[in-house]
């Protein structure tokens, strides 16, 4: 790995990153959008942690929560705190000399993120210029560099191109780029290789990876995607209309997936070793309205596991009889009895590949 | 011939041919980007062709000079037997509603001040099919058909719903004129995996339902599996490898079809460690590599490799290949 900044004088062990009880909610004609509703987790350094969770489940709302990057109209309550430091509510002002050079973001869209009107080159240089002091001569040259370990092909000549010019994956790619620019302690890298190619995406999640030890990052990977999660986390977080639904170290939760719901999603992701055109299993219905979301267990209208009292009564987040890092929030989670027995019967009325 | 040949081409009902395809864009002052460099390929009547290669090898922008968005720098797109290039701009207009597009970002790919139904309509008043009423059913089917609920699409704009609605909305807009041929630029991969399975399921039955012919753009090579009878795979601007959706994952034959293949992330953290990597430098769209433009970076490459391009070659089972020294052996020689 050839990015090496700003590594001197950093504390590196211990934990980074403590949230308790993050509230983000959003003021809207409708109503107040519970968005983020009660998440509570820590991260370590150099450590990385998945977060999954279908569309709308508070992903990025959190992400951005962390980063303090939320419009006016979003009520924050919890705490957040960053190397021992309460960063909940600071101010934009506040927050500026963390950006950068300690927490930096992939964006869940490169074409938005890049000014469209500025050449790349400007948007990588100018960070690396405000941030870490270095002078032009100094900033092209690993600009440069940045976008070789990116793996894009002329950097020198990609620096003179405008967002448009080049493909969906470079312009994520330059994302990346930026990112990493001025050695941030702690990465949010939201959905950052969905429009990547599986060769790419290997590699540049072997590059946050190698940045990760060389510089003990932390990263928080933010994607839909099992299967990234899969090889480059140590612990996932599982999300479901704004609450932590479960959550574990990688292997741990792949051996014993607790919750019927990270179950669901695994189910509808095409495997591979099934032959083409095999029907996928789908979750029926749609996630809760945030204004208004289901008294009991968040996930019950739409579990095929649920019962009387998943409707009535919200379950706590608890401990997994299977590892004490384990936890989920759910009444019959798999390998109870009661999920049993109704698994057998949807998997038999639903056929092997059958729609669910 | 810049192609890499033309034994993977078939007879039948062919709904879209595609010859020696170069699409090429300029790069500065002097120099020039080459997208696509002389692909060819077929898609049959009712077939889904899967189109997979690494970021940049010029999947979008053969999907766009199929629909003449991007203007071909040389070749020809011959759909149901007309050569679209040769078009004059009235007739081309007219072809292009029997070819629909979906891309990637289903938000922005829809008006925001307008309502949901009246995008679904426009095709239908540009085109003035049948009267407004006669419209409005057609449209309130095609949506109820698509899981939208027509009265909601009637009263309200794109961010009201979420991604995964937002795309069904605009394969039902796609839909509306009735097309023939639906290029899909990776329509599910800003989708979450539930949804993703929903729209591919929708995607299927309406294929039955419609009769549709496909092709369907992604990275993500389980979805393609999914999804496609036949995939085709790119790599820099060139076609590499061509088979039945089953046998390509099966027996892959060239070395880079191999590296995608050993590359897809597994959702089992035990298995998740990749196996072959992909090694070297992306190459150049400026400046390919001579002979074979995979030969930098593949670990079978020769002399021959560097100096001759290879052309497509069949190992059987309507499997073919452009690559001197293929995985397997060939069964014959086209
Ligand atoms: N500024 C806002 N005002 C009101 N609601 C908002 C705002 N931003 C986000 N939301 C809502 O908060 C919820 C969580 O959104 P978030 O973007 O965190 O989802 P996500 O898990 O990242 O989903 P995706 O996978 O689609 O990116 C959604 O219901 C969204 O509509
Ligand atoms: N308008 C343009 N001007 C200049 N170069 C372009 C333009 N559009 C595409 N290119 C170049 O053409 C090549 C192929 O791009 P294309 O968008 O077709 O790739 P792709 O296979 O769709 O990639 P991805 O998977 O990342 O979407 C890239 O090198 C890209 O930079
Ligand atoms: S032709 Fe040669 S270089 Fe190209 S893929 Fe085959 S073996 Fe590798
Ligand atoms: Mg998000
Ligand atoms: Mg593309």
Redesign the pocket.
């Known amino acids: 790995m050839t990015v090496r900044l700003q590594t001197e004088g950093r504390v590196s062990e211990g934990t980074l990153l403590e949230i308790a009880d993050v509230k983000t909610h ?1 003021r ?1 004609e409708r109503g107040l ?1 519970r ?2 509703d009660g998440v509570t987790f820590s991260l370590e350094r150099g450590k990385a942690l998945g977060i999954v ?12 929560t962390i980063m303090g990057l ?2 006016s ?2 009520v924050l309550s919890g705490s957040v705190r960053f190397a021992g430091q309460e960063i909940l509510g600071l101010d934009a002002r506040q927050m500026r000399h963390l950006w950068g050079s300690e927490m930096s973001m992939v964006f ?1 869209n490169p074409m938005v993120s890049l000014n469209p009107l500025m050449k790349i080159g400007k948007q990588i240089i100018e960070p690396l210029q405000i941030h870490l002091g270095m002078d032009k001569t100094n900033a092209v040259a690993t600009a440069e560099r940045l976008l070789r370990d990116v793996r894009i092909p002329e950097p020198e000549k990609r620096l003179g191109q405008f967002p448009h010019e080049l493909s969906g994956g470079m312009r994520q790619r330059v994302m990346i780029a930026i990112a990493l620019a001025c050695g941030p302690t702690l990465l949010f890298a ?2 950052p290789t969905t429009a990547l190619d599986v060769t790419v995406q290997a590699q540049i999640l072997e590059l946050i990876g190698e940045q990760r030890k060389d510089r003990n990052m932390s990263v928080i990977l ?1 994607t ?1 995607d099992l299967g990234v999660v899969a090889g480059h986390t140590d612990e996932i977080a599982v ?1 479901y209309g ?1 609450r932590l639904v479960e959550k574990a170290p990688t292997r741990e939760l792949f051996a014993n997936m607790k919750m019927p719901y990270t179950k669901s999603l695994m189910r509808s992701i095409p495997k591979l070793e099934d032959p083409s055109h095999t029907r996928l299993l789908t979750i029926p219905g749609r ?1 809760p309205d ?1 204004v208004n979301p289901p008294k009991g267990c968040r996930f019950a209208p739409r579990c095929a596991y649920a019962r009387e009292k998943c409707v009535q009564h919200e379950p706590p987040l608890i401990v997994s009889d299977t590892s004490s890092e384990h936890f989920y929030a759910c009444w019959y989670p798999v390998g109870s009895p009661e999920f049993e027995e109704r698994d057998v019967e949807i998997m038999t009325n639903v056929g092997v590949g059958g729609s669910a | 011939m810049a192609g890499t040949g033309t034994a993977h081409l078939r007879d039948g009902d062919v709904v879209l041919r595609v010859d020696d395809l170069v699409v090429e864009f300029p790069m500065g002052r002097h120099a020039t980007v080459s997208a696509v460099a002389g692909v060819s390929f077929d898609v049959l009547r009712g077939e889904t062709l899967g189109i997979v290669g690494e970021s940049g090898c010029g999947k979008s922008t053969t999907g766009r000079a199929i629909m003449q968005i991007t203007a071909p720098t040389s070749g020809t797109v011959s759909f149901e037997g007309t050569d679209l290039t040769s078009l004059s701009y009235s007739d081309l207009r007219e072809a292009r509603t029997k070819i629909q597009m979906i891309f990637q970002d289903p938000i922005s790919s829809l008006n925001p001040r307008r309502k949901v139904r009246d995008s679904v309509k426009d095709p239908l008043d540009i085109w003035q099919r049948g009267s407004e009423a006669q419209r409005i059913e057609l449209v309130n089917s095609i949506l109820e058909q698509v899981g939208i609920d027509p009265e909601r699409a009637a009263e309200s704009r794109p961010h009201q719903f ?2 995964g609605q937002c795309q069904r909305i605009s394969i039902a807009r796609a839909l509306v004129l009735d097309p023939t041929l639906i290029i899909c630029d990776e329509p599910v991969s ?1 989708l ?1 995996v539930s949804v993703q399975a929903q729209v591919l399921n929708l995607l299927e039955d309406l294929k039955q339902q419609y009769g549709l012919t496909l092709i369907f753009i992604a990275h993500d090579l389980a979805v393609v599996k999914n999804i496609s009878d036949r995939v085709a795979v790119m790599y820099l601007g060139k076609l590499c490898e061509v088979a039945s959706s089953d046998d390509l994952y099966g027996r892959p034959a060239h070395p880079y079809t191999n590296v995608l293949v050993e590359s897809i992330p597994i959702p089992d953290p035990e298995l998740a460690v990749a196996g072959t990597t992909i090694t070297g430098e992306p190459p150049s769209p400026v400046n390919p590599p001579s002979g074979c433009r995979f030969h930098p970076r593949c670990p079978y490459a020769d002399d021959i490799c560097s100096r001759t391009e290879p052309t497509m070659r069949s190992i059987g089972d309507g499997h073919f290949v452009a690559c001197h020294h293929p995985l397997v052996t060939p069964v014959s020689i086209a």
Do not use: I
């Open positions: 959003f809207t959008v968005a983020v969770g279908e569309s709308g489940s508070g992903k990025t709302v959190l992400s951005r939320l419009p109209t979003a869940q939201d959905e933010v839909h999300m704004g996630p945030l | 979420s991604g800003a979450d």
